[in-house]
């Protein structure tokens, strides 16, 4: 059918399609190569011209790097993007330095005339038509549509499902579907950690246990559930899987658990659909709502860029320069944004918020949930990316989207009736993590022993002995994020490992030029 549509259509039946893809279609008779990325780059594609006559692409950095010509060399901004944007990424950046992606909504032709790249979908800013009510109504019709479609398929489906609002009204509709459609109990899944039970400490990021709001709906929509807890010792094991899966230095453990996650759901479903995307359509972040985030003059899920660089190496510090760069990658980004003519003040600050979310925070999750799911041969998709439910939402007023002063107040309106009312106002917490010592103690002994290596290539970067005295003291000021909401002190420690590995098995070269 894709290709059908291509040969009637060519790059217009970008237009016609709807869902995640990224491919490629070769004209023999043209002699040319023609590739597509979906609009919010669920589905990742990277490119690489290594000498002239030569074009390789693929799905995966790995793939590229295989080729004889392509080195895994990086720069100064390669380093950056590691060590000061990392786990995020620029869009476009592949990190190595002959590699480069094709950004979300783009298509490419290569010819023997040279390389084109179009963008075929892009967020437009104008006036919104409907009153609250009208808006909610059209919210949950858009979203009830796009669950319905993604619910097609020729293999075994089901739900992720973590008992917060985005995973519950998802699941909550497709029960719905399943019932309508005599498919009988739809299949959920949902992840805990040994001894999280015991250790679980609610912070202001994470306020609550998902544990319990996962059996709440699980009952009440009558699934066919099951739950996985995951140990200290495979976690940890797997934050080496998680970096060969992604091909870079991830979410640590945040990764690693999602991967373990994603293994488990594969013997029972092929295809499952997941909540990534509510928080950035909807403004359910904090950094939507804290005012010093809100004017925090950087990316605001990484404010703590002292806390970051003050690990580093004083030489590594003067050549990538981290705050330099960071400040770079944001003004490009802010100058990017569609602002509606007129808007100023608060309303044009939340939609350069709503920017950022969508086009450098969106894609770190995405790319996350896409790396670890299909390493294990499972196809994720992700409802609240449908292009028309983001293009309606994104010229919604804040004032609307955050109706009755609640995060995602808007989507909880469009719920109304679909969730139990404490589901409904349950209030946001994040994908869970480990809270077990043992978790920590762990990490402990394994960076300890990467930093006894005196020869160890990210010797050269790092400061080992503020490092050392950092951990052996308890972690101080790292138990805060220092990335997203989760990334505190252990997940420093496991980034750390993950970066040593990273290094070391991708032969990683870096290059002063």
């Known amino acids: 059918m894709l290709l059908s549509a291509f040969i009637e259509w060519r790059e217009a039946s970008l237009d016609r399609l709807n869902g995640i893809f990224a491919f490629a279609v070769w004209n023999v008779r043209e002699e040319s190569l023609f590739l597509a990325r979906d609009r919010v780059g669920v589905k990742p594609l990277f490119y690489s011209l290594p000498r002239e006559g030569t074009f390789l692409f693929g799905s995966e950095l790995k793939s590229i790097l295989a080729h004889p010509l392509v080195s895994p060399r990086v720069g100064r901004d390669g380093l950056a993007e590691v060590f000061a944007i990392g786990p995020a990424r620029t869009p476009g950046h592949g990190v190595f330095e002959q590699i480069r992606e094709l950004k979300p909504g783009s298509w490419m032709r290569v010819d023997r005339g040279g390389l084109t790249v179009r963008t075929y979908w892009r967020l437009e800013s104008r006036e919104h038509p409907d009153d609250e009510t009208a808006t909610a109504a059209r919210v949950r019709e858009l979203l009830r549509d796009a669950v319905e479609r993604q619910l097609v398929s020729d293999v075994p489906i089901g739900m992720l499902l973590s008992g917060g609002l985005d995973s519950s009204a998802l699941t909550a509709l497709a029960a719905d579907h399943f019932r309508r459609s005599g498919l009988g109990a739809v299949p959920t899944f949902s992840i805990d950690y040994v001894g999280n039970d015991r250790h679980f400490r609610a912070t202001a990021f994470q306020p609550a246990s998902d544990a319990p709001w996962v059996r709440r709906m699980a009952d009440h929509l009558g699934t066919d559930h099951r739950n996985f807890e995951i140990d200290t010792p495979e976690l940890v094991d797997a934050l080496t899987d998680a970096v060969t899966a992604r091909d870079l230095p991830g979410m640590a453990d945040v990764d690693s658990s999602l991967l373990l996650f994603c293994r488990e759901i594969r013997k029972h479903v092929t295809v499952a659909l997941s909540g990534e995307a509510a928080d950035e359509i909807f403004g359910g972040y904090p950094w939507f709502h804290r005012r010093d985030l809100v004017e925090a003059g950087t990316f605001p899920w990484s404010v703590s860029l002292p806390v970051r660089t003050a690990i580093l190496s004083e030489e590594a510090k003067r050549w990538i320069d981290p705050e330099g760069y960071v400040r770079q990658r944001y003004e490009e980004a802010l100058a990017e944004v569609p602002l509606l003519p007129g808007e100023t003040g608060e309303r044009a600050r939340l939609r350069q918020i709503a920017w950022l979310n969508l086009t450098r925070w969106m894609p770190t999750l995405l790319d996350r949930k896409d790396r670890m799911s299909m390493a294990v041969g499972l196809e994720v998709r992700v409802p609240y990316c449908d292009h028309h439910l983001i293009e309606y939402v994104w010229n919604v007023p804040w004032e609307m989207k955050n109706a009755g002063g609640r995060e995602k107040g808007l989507l909880r309106l469009a719920l109304k009736d679909v969730l139990p009312e404490d589901v409904l106002q349950r209030k946001k917490s994040p994908f869970p993590k480990t809270h077990n010592p ?76």
């Open 438 to 513: 043992a978790y920590t103690d762990a990490l402990k002994k394994r960076l300890l022993d990467v930093l006894a290596d005196d020869g160890g290539p990210l010797v050269p970067f790092i400061n080992r002995e503020k490092i050392i005295g950092l951990f052996r003291a308890g972690g101080g000021a790292m138990d805060a994020p220092w990335f997203g909401q989760l990334m505190g002190g252990p997940q420093l420690m496991a980034w750390l490992i993950q970066l040593d590995h990273w290094f070391r098995t991708y032969r990683v070269s870096v290059t002063s030029g």
